[in-house]
């Protein structure tokens, strides 16, 4: 199994419509990320957690939230989707301190339509 | 605010040869990260390689090894004997210590010719 795993891998929606993109860890790290990608822009920081109890917001947080419901899952909602929130969304997880806070672990990606 | 720059959209390199892959990245910080991520059809991210900025010495991990300039802000990625499975995406990625988010460039395409 994956050590971070994205639910679902595709999403075709369409606009309005509330989706939430899932994701799970086994790695034990604390921080986890909401990543999205869009062709000729890079990856860009949507929210982080540092720990349960810890949400920020990241680069281009508006139209979307964040859920930690527990230290391996941290959830993305689109509250009412839009054309221009179709990409490819990243969540990623590190550990709390130490080198290895600065090695990121990405799942597969979750590719969202939003028609 | 920091900011990664990957002025190679595209690049080609022919099998077994050697290519440079180019990022410059400003910061006012000292204590900082850096980070080239490779991206395959899959999609799925992988780290290739990283370097602590307090580090002088080059990172290298086999085929992959960096030139770290930190005066000039650079930080290329080379890619010795180039193989087929190198053809991907590469990012770039600056991190301001532990606490801080990665940033990404916008990443260059890398085609590997047989």
């Known amino acids: 199994d994956a050590d971070v795993t994205q639910t679902p891998r595709n999403r075709i929606t369409k606009t309005g419509k509330r989706i939430m993109l899932e994701c799970s860890q086994t790695?034990?790290?604390?921080?986890m990320y909401w990543y999205r990608q869009d062709p000729g822009l890079g990856l860009r920081l949507i929210y982080y957690?540092?720990?349960?109890?810890?949400?920020n917001k990241g680069e281009i947080s508006d139209g979307y939230s964040v859920s930690r419901q527990a230290q391996a899952k941290f959830s993305l909602s689109l509250e009412s989707a839009i054309p221009n929130q179709t990409a490819l969304y990243f969540c990623?997880?590190?550990?709390?301190?130490?080198?290895?806070?600065?090695?990121?672990?990405f799942g597969a990606g979750s590719r969202l339509t939003v028609l | 605010a920091q900011t990664v720059t990957q002025s190679q959209p595209e690049m080609s390199v022919q099998e077994a040869e050697t290519v440079t892959l180019s990022c410059t990245y400003d910061?006012?910080?000292?204590?900082?990260?850096l980070f080239w991520y490779k991206q395959p059809p899959s999609r799925q991210m992988i780290l290739v390689i990283r370097?602590?900025?307090?580090?002088?010495q080059n990172a290298t991990e086999n085929r992959f090894s960096v030139n770290f300039q930190k005066a000039a802000k650079s930080f290329s990625l080379k890619i010795s004997d180039s193989q087929l499975g190198d053809a991907a995406m590469y990012f770039c990625?600056?991190?301001?210590?532990?606490?801080?988010?990665?940033?990404f460039g916008k990443g260059t395409k890398l085609s590997v010719k047989p």
């Open positions: 910061t006012s910080e000292s204590d900082y990260y």
């Open positions: 370097q602590e900025a307090y580090k002088q």
């Open positions: 990625a600056y991190r301001r210590g532990s606490q801080g988010n990665l940033i």
């Open positions: 957690s540092f720990d349960v109890k810890d949400i």
């Open positions: 790695k034990g790290h604390d921080r």
């Open positions: 990623a997880t590190s550990e709390g301190q130490g080198l290895g806070a600065n090695v990121l672990t």
